[in-house]
Protein backbone atom coordinates (compact mmCIF):
# COMPACT_ATOMS: atom_id res chain seq x y z
CA UNK A 1 0.00 0.00 0.00
CA UNK A 2 1.41 3.19 -1.25
CA UNK A 3 2.51 5.97 2.33
CA UNK A 4 2.79 9.08 2.28
CA UNK A 5 6.28 8.77 2.38
CA UNK A 6 6.06 7.35 -1.61
CA UNK A 7 4.21 10.47 -2.23
CA UNK A 8 6.39 12.80 -4.90
CA UNK A 9 5.72 16.51 -2.56
CA UNK A 10 6.49 19.85 -4.11
CA UNK A 11 6.82 22.96 -2.69
CA UNK A 12 6.66 26.39 -4.57
CA UNK A 13 8.86 29.35 -2.50
CA UNK A 14 11.85 29.53 -1.35
CA UNK A 15 11.94 31.85 1.92
CA UNK A 16 11.60 30.43 5.19
CA UNK A 17 8.10 28.61 5.09
CA UNK A 18 9.37 26.87 2.06
CA UNK A 19 12.99 26.11 3.53
CA UNK A 20 11.79 25.01 6.40
CA UNK A 21 8.94 22.70 5.57
CA UNK A 22 11.51 21.22 3.28
CA UNK A 23 14.08 20.53 5.68
CA UNK A 24 11.62 19.09 8.44
CA UNK A 25 9.84 16.80 5.63
CA UNK A 26 13.41 15.31 4.59
CA UNK A 27 13.62 14.48 8.44
CA UNK A 28 10.82 12.47 8.79
CA UNK A 29 11.58 10.83 5.25
CA UNK A 30 9.13 12.36 2.85
CA UNK A 31 10.59 13.14 -0.98
CA UNK A 32 10.78 16.58 -2.23
CA UNK A 33 11.39 19.40 -4.76
CA UNK A 34 11.80 23.26 -3.90
CA UNK A 35 10.98 25.36 -6.36
CA UNK A 36 11.95 28.71 -6.29
CA UNK A 37 11.80 31.59 -8.71
CA UNK A 38 14.93 33.92 -7.40
CA UNK A 39 17.14 32.78 -5.24
CA UNK A 40 17.02 30.94 -1.81
CA UNK A 41 16.01 33.90 1.12
CA UNK A 42 15.95 35.98 -1.89
CA UNK A 43 12.76 38.71 -0.38
CA UNK A 44 11.90 39.42 3.48
CA UNK A 45 13.34 36.16 4.63
CA UNK A 46 16.57 36.89 3.60
CA UNK A 47 16.12 40.79 4.35
CA UNK A 48 13.70 40.74 7.49
CA UNK A 49 15.60 41.54 11.07
CA UNK A 50 15.65 37.94 12.46
CA UNK A 51 13.97 39.30 16.12
CA UNK A 52 13.43 36.52 17.81
CA UNK A 53 10.76 36.48 21.43
CA UNK A 54 8.82 33.70 23.59
CA UNK A 55 6.70 35.18 24.68
CA UNK A 56 5.76 38.69 22.31
CA UNK A 57 2.25 36.15 20.53
CA UNK A 58 1.00 34.97 23.98
CA UNK A 59 -2.60 36.34 23.95
CA UNK A 60 -3.17 35.38 20.44
CA UNK A 61 -3.66 31.86 18.54
CA UNK A 62 0.11 32.15 17.03
CA UNK A 63 1.24 32.54 21.37
CA UNK A 64 1.74 28.54 21.54
CA UNK A 65 3.00 28.07 17.33
CA UNK A 66 5.93 31.19 18.73
CA UNK A 67 6.72 29.28 22.07
CA UNK A 68 7.34 26.04 20.29
CA UNK A 69 8.98 27.41 17.40
CA UNK A 70 11.74 30.03 19.73
CA UNK A 71 12.07 26.46 21.78
CA UNK A 72 13.16 25.12 18.07
CA UNK A 73 15.45 28.23 17.09
CA UNK A 74 17.50 27.58 20.31
CA UNK A 75 17.98 24.17 19.14
CA UNK A 76 18.57 24.87 15.58
CA UNK A 77 20.94 27.78 16.35
CA UNK A 78 23.30 25.63 18.65
CA UNK A 79 23.85 22.62 15.37
CA UNK A 80 23.16 25.12 12.18
CA UNK A 81 25.55 28.48 11.13
CA UNK A 82 22.80 31.30 11.49
CA UNK A 83 24.22 33.45 14.02
CA UNK A 84 21.97 32.77 16.36
CA UNK A 85 22.36 34.39 19.87
CA UNK A 86 20.03 36.22 22.98
CA UNK A 87 19.57 39.98 23.28
CA UNK A 88 19.00 41.91 25.87
CA UNK A 89 15.70 44.00 24.66
CA UNK A 90 15.17 47.68 24.96
CA UNK A 91 12.16 49.93 24.41
CA UNK A 92 13.30 53.52 23.40
CA UNK A 93 11.43 56.97 23.14
CA UNK A 94 13.31 59.13 20.76
CA UNK A 95 12.10 62.44 19.64
CA UNK A 96 14.39 64.15 16.85
CA UNK A 97 13.30 67.55 17.76
CA UNK A 98 14.01 67.86 21.96
CA UNK A 99 17.00 67.21 23.76
CA UNK A 100 17.03 64.67 26.87
CA UNK A 101 18.51 66.78 29.98
CA UNK A 102 20.39 64.16 32.25
CA UNK A 103 21.30 60.24 31.86
CA UNK A 104 19.46 57.56 30.93
CA UNK A 105 20.40 55.13 34.12
CA UNK A 106 21.14 51.70 32.66
CA UNK A 107 21.51 52.42 29.05
CA UNK A 108 24.04 50.58 27.17
CA UNK A 109 26.89 52.89 26.56
CA UNK A 110 26.93 53.20 22.93
CA UNK A 111 22.94 55.05 23.18
CA UNK A 112 24.29 57.84 24.36
CA UNK A 113 22.34 60.89 21.94
CA UNK A 114 20.56 63.49 23.54
CA UNK A 115 17.27 62.65 21.80
CA UNK A 116 16.98 59.13 23.07
CA UNK A 117 14.37 60.36 26.16
CA UNK A 118 13.31 57.40 27.77
CA UNK A 119 14.16 53.55 28.08
CA UNK A 120 12.09 50.72 29.07
CA UNK A 121 13.62 46.74 29.25
CA UNK A 122 11.63 44.83 27.64
CA UNK A 123 13.14 41.54 27.02
CA UNK A 124 16.37 39.93 28.26
CA UNK A 125 18.57 36.90 27.13
CA UNK A 126 16.15 34.22 28.74
CA UNK A 127 13.20 35.36 26.51
CA UNK A 128 14.76 37.57 23.82
CA UNK A 129 16.75 36.81 20.91
CA UNK A 130 17.96 37.36 17.34
CA UNK A 131 19.07 35.05 14.12
CA UNK A 132 20.48 35.37 10.56
CA UNK A 133 17.41 34.93 8.74
CA UNK A 134 19.01 34.37 5.20
CA UNK A 135 21.78 31.92 7.11
CA UNK A 136 19.02 29.97 8.88
CA UNK A 137 16.92 29.40 5.38
CA UNK A 138 20.42 28.91 3.63
CA UNK A 139 21.16 26.51 6.09
CA UNK A 140 17.51 24.64 6.44
CA UNK A 141 17.79 23.97 2.40
CA UNK A 142 21.56 22.67 2.25
CA UNK A 143 20.27 20.21 4.93
CA UNK A 144 17.71 19.43 3.58
CA UNK A 145 19.32 18.73 -0.04
CA UNK A 146 21.88 16.48 2.00
CA UNK A 147 18.31 14.55 2.79
CA UNK A 148 17.53 14.23 -1.02
CA UNK A 149 15.32 17.50 -1.54
CA UNK A 150 16.21 18.95 -4.65
CA UNK A 151 16.10 22.64 -5.66
CA UNK A 152 15.15 23.69 -9.25
CA UNK A 153 15.19 27.74 -9.70
CA UNK A 154 12.46 28.27 -11.83
CA UNK A 155 9.24 30.64 -12.04
CA UNK A 156 6.32 28.30 -11.64
CA UNK A 157 3.22 29.74 -13.52
CA UNK A 158 0.40 27.11 -13.30
CA UNK A 159 -1.02 24.10 -11.63
CA UNK A 160 -1.46 20.87 -13.88
CA UNK A 161 -4.70 19.08 -13.29
CA UNK A 162 -6.28 15.96 -14.23
CA UNK A 163 -8.18 16.23 -17.17
CA UNK A 164 -11.15 14.93 -16.50
CA UNK A 165 -10.95 16.49 -12.91
CA UNK A 166 -9.75 20.30 -12.29
CA UNK A 167 -9.49 19.51 -8.42
CA UNK A 168 -6.60 16.47 -9.17
CA UNK A 169 -3.57 17.94 -8.66
CA UNK A 170 -0.91 16.17 -11.41
CA UNK A 171 2.53 18.68 -11.42
CA UNK A 172 3.11 22.28 -11.55
CA UNK A 173 4.03 23.93 -14.65
CA UNK A 174 7.28 26.04 -15.12
CA UNK A 175 7.67 29.33 -17.16
CA UNK A 176 9.68 27.32 -19.64
CA UNK A 177 6.53 24.97 -19.97
CA UNK A 178 7.84 21.96 -18.40
CA UNK A 179 6.35 20.30 -15.82
CA UNK A 180 7.14 18.93 -12.31
CA UNK A 181 4.88 15.80 -11.11
CA UNK A 182 3.46 16.08 -7.66
CA UNK A 183 1.40 14.06 -5.51
CA UNK A 184 1.00 16.85 -3.13
CA UNK A 185 1.60 20.52 -3.52
CA UNK A 186 2.84 22.95 -0.63
CA UNK A 187 2.52 26.92 -1.57
CA UNK A 188 4.82 28.79 0.61
CA UNK A 189 4.61 31.83 -1.53
CA UNK A 190 4.60 34.83 1.38
CA UNK A 191 3.12 38.02 -0.15
CA UNK A 192 2.99 35.82 -3.50
CA UNK A 193 0.40 33.93 -2.62
CA UNK A 194 -2.66 36.09 -4.11
CA UNK A 195 -0.76 35.80 -7.61
CA UNK A 196 -0.98 31.75 -7.14
CA UNK A 197 -4.39 31.98 -6.28
CA UNK A 198 -5.44 32.17 -10.05
CA UNK A 199 -3.84 29.09 -10.51
CA UNK A 200 -7.08 27.24 -9.19
CA UNK A 201 -10.65 27.20 -9.56
CA UNK A 202 -11.48 27.78 -5.84
CA UNK A 203 -9.27 30.83 -4.73
CA UNK A 204 -7.02 30.57 -1.52
CA UNK A 205 -6.73 32.56 1.53
CA UNK A 206 -6.27 36.40 0.58
CA UNK A 207 -2.67 37.89 1.70
CA UNK A 208 -1.66 41.07 1.19
CA UNK A 209 1.72 42.81 0.98
CA UNK A 210 3.21 45.62 2.59
CA UNK A 211 6.48 47.40 1.26
CA UNK A 212 9.49 47.84 4.46
CA UNK A 213 12.49 49.07 4.46
CA UNK A 214 15.98 47.84 5.77
CA UNK A 215 19.48 49.24 6.11
CA UNK A 216 22.99 47.31 7.71
CA UNK A 217 25.62 49.80 8.67
CA UNK A 218 29.08 49.05 9.96
CA UNK A 219 29.22 51.13 13.36
CA UNK A 220 32.56 52.59 14.31
CA UNK A 221 32.92 50.77 17.03
CA UNK A 222 31.30 47.40 18.18
CA UNK A 223 28.38 47.62 20.06
CA UNK A 224 26.81 45.04 23.15
CA UNK A 225 23.88 42.76 21.76
CA UNK A 226 20.96 44.82 21.50
CA UNK A 227 17.77 45.03 20.06
CA UNK A 228 15.88 48.34 20.31
CA UNK A 229 12.22 49.31 19.69
CA UNK A 230 11.62 52.76 18.78
CA UNK A 231 9.02 55.17 19.18
CA UNK A 232 10.28 57.70 17.53
CA UNK A 233 9.05 61.16 16.61
CA UNK A 234 10.27 63.97 14.21
CA UNK A 235 7.40 66.82 12.66
CA UNK A 236 5.83 63.99 10.66
CA UNK A 237 4.55 61.89 13.42
CA UNK A 238 5.22 58.73 15.47
CA UNK A 239 7.36 56.18 13.64
CA UNK A 240 8.36 52.79 15.10
CA UNK A 241 11.80 51.90 13.66
CA UNK A 242 13.90 48.56 14.80
CA UNK A 243 17.75 48.27 15.47
CA UNK A 244 19.40 45.25 16.03
CA UNK A 245 23.13 44.66 16.82
CA UNK A 246 24.42 41.39 14.64
CA UNK A 247 27.35 39.15 15.63
CA UNK A 248 28.91 40.03 12.80
CA UNK A 249 29.56 43.49 14.26
CA UNK A 250 27.29 45.34 11.72
CA UNK A 251 23.62 47.06 12.91
CA UNK A 252 20.75 46.21 11.12
CA UNK A 253 17.84 48.52 11.15
CA UNK A 254 14.17 48.90 9.69
CA UNK A 255 10.71 50.64 9.18
CA UNK A 256 9.45 52.66 7.23
CA UNK A 257 6.21 51.07 5.46
CA UNK A 258 4.06 51.31 2.98
CA UNK A 259 1.56 50.44 0.48
CA UNK A 260 3.40 50.41 -3.08
CA UNK A 261 2.24 47.68 -5.18
CA UNK A 262 4.06 44.31 -4.82
CA UNK A 263 6.12 43.32 -7.79
CA UNK A 264 5.79 40.39 -9.78
CA UNK A 265 9.20 38.69 -8.70
CA UNK A 266 11.61 39.66 -5.45
CA UNK A 267 14.48 41.02 -8.22
CA UNK A 268 12.31 43.61 -9.66
CA UNK A 269 11.68 45.18 -5.62
CA UNK A 270 13.26 48.58 -5.17
CA UNK A 271 13.58 50.59 -2.16
CA UNK A 272 12.12 54.28 -1.79
CA UNK A 273 16.02 56.42 -1.11
CA UNK A 274 14.13 58.96 1.72
CA UNK A 275 13.59 56.22 3.64
CA UNK A 276 16.28 54.54 3.65
CA UNK A 277 18.79 58.04 4.35
CA UNK A 278 15.48 58.86 7.70
CA UNK A 279 17.07 55.18 9.06
CA UNK A 280 20.38 56.17 8.83
CA UNK A 281 19.60 59.61 10.11
CA UNK A 282 17.53 57.82 12.88
CA UNK A 283 20.46 55.46 13.97
CA UNK A 284 22.54 58.71 14.18
CA UNK A 285 19.67 60.47 16.46
CA UNK A 286 20.37 57.29 18.98
CA UNK A 287 23.86 56.64 18.99
CA UNK A 288 27.72 58.57 17.81
CA UNK A 289 28.57 55.38 16.49
CA UNK A 290 25.61 55.24 14.22
CA UNK A 291 26.26 58.61 12.95
CA UNK A 292 27.50 59.33 9.18
CA UNK A 293 28.85 55.47 9.63
CA UNK A 294 29.48 53.18 6.42
CA UNK A 295 26.12 51.81 4.55
CA UNK A 296 26.82 48.47 3.75
CA UNK A 297 23.53 47.20 2.31
CA UNK A 298 20.05 49.22 1.80
CA UNK A 299 17.27 47.30 0.29
CA UNK A 300 13.26 46.72 0.77
CA UNK A 301 11.05 44.04 0.94
CA UNK A 302 7.70 42.45 1.06
CA UNK A 303 5.45 41.95 4.56
CA UNK A 304 2.70 39.05 4.22
CA UNK A 305 -0.26 40.22 5.44
CA UNK A 306 -2.84 37.57 6.99
CA UNK A 307 -6.48 38.10 6.26
CA UNK A 308 -6.86 38.27 9.76
CA UNK A 309 -4.23 38.14 12.69
CA UNK A 310 -2.56 35.03 12.21
CA UNK A 311 -0.88 33.26 9.35
CA UNK A 312 -2.72 30.78 7.59
CA UNK A 313 -0.99 26.70 7.70
CA UNK A 314 -2.45 23.87 7.01
CA UNK A 315 -4.22 21.81 3.99
CA UNK A 316 -6.22 23.42 1.56
CA UNK A 317 -10.01 22.00 0.89
CA UNK A 318 -11.37 21.33 -2.45
CA UNK A 319 -8.49 19.52 -3.71
CA UNK A 320 -8.74 15.65 -2.45
CA UNK A 321 -5.85 16.58 0.58
CA UNK A 322 -3.23 17.32 -2.10
CA UNK A 323 -2.54 20.93 -1.22
CA UNK A 324 -1.10 22.73 1.42
CA UNK A 325 0.19 26.34 2.35
CA UNK A 326 2.02 28.43 5.00
CA UNK A 327 1.47 32.28 4.31
CA UNK A 328 0.68 35.32 6.18
CA UNK A 329 3.15 35.08 8.90
CA UNK A 330 3.70 39.29 8.85
CA UNK A 331 6.05 40.71 11.31
CA UNK A 332 6.80 36.84 13.09
CA UNK A 333 7.42 34.64 9.73
CA UNK A 334 11.38 34.26 11.48
CA UNK A 335 10.22 33.59 14.90
CA UNK A 336 7.31 31.16 13.89
CA UNK A 337 9.02 29.79 10.23
CA UNK A 338 10.69 26.41 12.30
CA UNK A 339 7.64 25.47 14.31
CA UNK A 340 5.53 26.41 11.06
CA UNK A 341 7.14 24.00 8.69
CA UNK A 342 7.78 21.38 11.63
CA UNK A 343 3.86 21.36 11.56
CA UNK A 344 3.51 21.23 8.19
CA UNK A 345 5.94 18.31 7.22
CA UNK A 346 4.05 15.95 10.01
CA UNK A 347 0.90 17.24 8.85
CA UNK A 348 1.47 16.01 5.84
CA UNK A 349 3.47 13.00 6.60
CA UNK A 350 1.80 11.80 9.66
CA UNK A 351 -2.06 13.67 9.41
CA UNK A 352 -1.49 15.05 12.48
CA UNK A 353 1.05 17.75 13.95
CA UNK A 354 3.31 17.69 17.24
CA UNK A 355 2.38 21.76 17.39
CA UNK A 356 -1.61 22.59 17.15
CA UNK A 357 -2.30 24.27 13.87
CA UNK A 358 -6.43 24.12 13.72
CA UNK A 359 -6.15 28.11 14.32
CA UNK A 360 -4.42 28.77 11.12
CA UNK A 361 -6.70 26.06 8.80
CA UNK A 362 -6.79 27.28 5.28
CA UNK A 363 -10.72 26.45 5.75
CA UNK A 364 -11.25 29.03 8.78
CA UNK A 365 -10.52 32.46 5.87
CA UNK A 366 -11.78 31.06 2.48
C1 LIG B 1 11.79 44.62 7.10
C2 LIG B 1 11.29 43.32 7.70
C3 LIG B 1 11.79 42.92 8.94
C4 LIG B 1 11.31 41.72 9.52
N1 LIG B 1 11.83 41.35 10.73
C5 LIG B 1 11.39 40.19 11.30
C6 LIG B 1 11.92 39.79 12.57
O1 LIG B 1 12.79 40.47 13.14
N2 LIG B 1 11.42 38.64 13.13
C7 LIG B 1 10.46 37.87 12.52
O2 LIG B 1 10.05 36.85 13.09
N3 LIG B 1 9.97 38.23 11.30
C8 LIG B 1 10.41 39.37 10.68
N4 LIG B 1 9.89 39.75 9.47
C9 LIG B 1 8.83 38.94 8.84
C10 LIG B 1 9.40 37.79 8.00
O3 LIG B 1 10.49 38.24 7.25
C11 LIG B 1 8.32 37.20 7.07
O4 LIG B 1 7.14 36.92 7.79
C12 LIG B 1 8.83 35.90 6.44
O5 LIG B 1 10.12 36.09 5.89
C13 LIG B 1 7.87 35.40 5.35
O6 LIG B 1 8.43 34.22 4.81
P1 LIG B 1 7.75 33.45 3.60
O7 LIG B 1 8.56 32.24 3.34
O8 LIG B 1 6.30 33.29 3.90
O9 LIG B 1 7.80 34.48 2.36
P2 LIG B 1 9.00 35.08 1.48
O10 LIG B 1 10.26 35.23 2.25
O11 LIG B 1 8.45 36.30 0.82
O12 LIG B 1 9.25 33.94 0.38
C14 LIG B 1 8.38 33.71 -0.71
C15 LIG B 1 9.24 33.14 -1.83
O13 LIG B 1 8.39 32.74 -2.93
C16 LIG B 1 9.11 32.96 -4.12
N5 LIG B 1 8.20 32.99 -5.26
C17 LIG B 1 7.25 33.94 -5.52
N6 LIG B 1 6.57 33.62 -6.65
C18 LIG B 1 7.11 32.46 -7.11
C19 LIG B 1 6.83 31.64 -8.24
N7 LIG B 1 5.85 31.95 -9.12
N8 LIG B 1 7.56 30.53 -8.43
C20 LIG B 1 8.54 30.17 -7.55
N9 LIG B 1 8.84 30.93 -6.45
C21 LIG B 1 8.13 32.06 -6.24
C22 LIG B 1 9.80 34.30 -3.87
O14 LIG B 1 10.87 34.51 -4.77
C23 LIG B 1 10.23 34.14 -2.41
O15 LIG B 1 11.55 33.62 -2.30
C24 LIG B 1 10.35 40.93 8.86
C25 LIG B 1 9.87 41.33 7.61
C26 LIG B 1 10.32 42.51 7.03
C27 LIG B 1 9.79 42.93 5.68
Known sequence: MATSLDKKIVIVGGGMMGCSTAYHLT???????????TSIACAASGKA????????????ASGPLARASFELHKQYGAEFDCDFRPVDTLELSVDALKKRKGSLGAAPEWIDKGNVRSMRVTGSTSDTAQVHPRK????????AEANGCSLVLAEVTGVEFSPTDSTTIQGVRLADGQVI?????????????????QWFDYRLPPIGAERAHSIVVTPKVPVTAHALFLEYKDDAGFHHPEVYSRPDGTVYLCGFNDSVPLPESADQIKPNEESLCRLQRIGG?????LQDCELLV??????????????????????N???????????????????????????????????????FEPANFL
Open 27 to 37: CLGAHCTLVER
Open 321 to 359: GQLYIAAGHYCWGILNGPATGKGLAELIVNGNSSIDLSP
Open 285 to 289: QVSSV
Open 49 to 60: GGFLARSWCDGT
Open 298 to 319: GQACYLPIPPESDPIIGKVPHY
Open 181 to 197: LCDILVLTLGPWTNLAS
Open 136 to 143: LCESFMRK
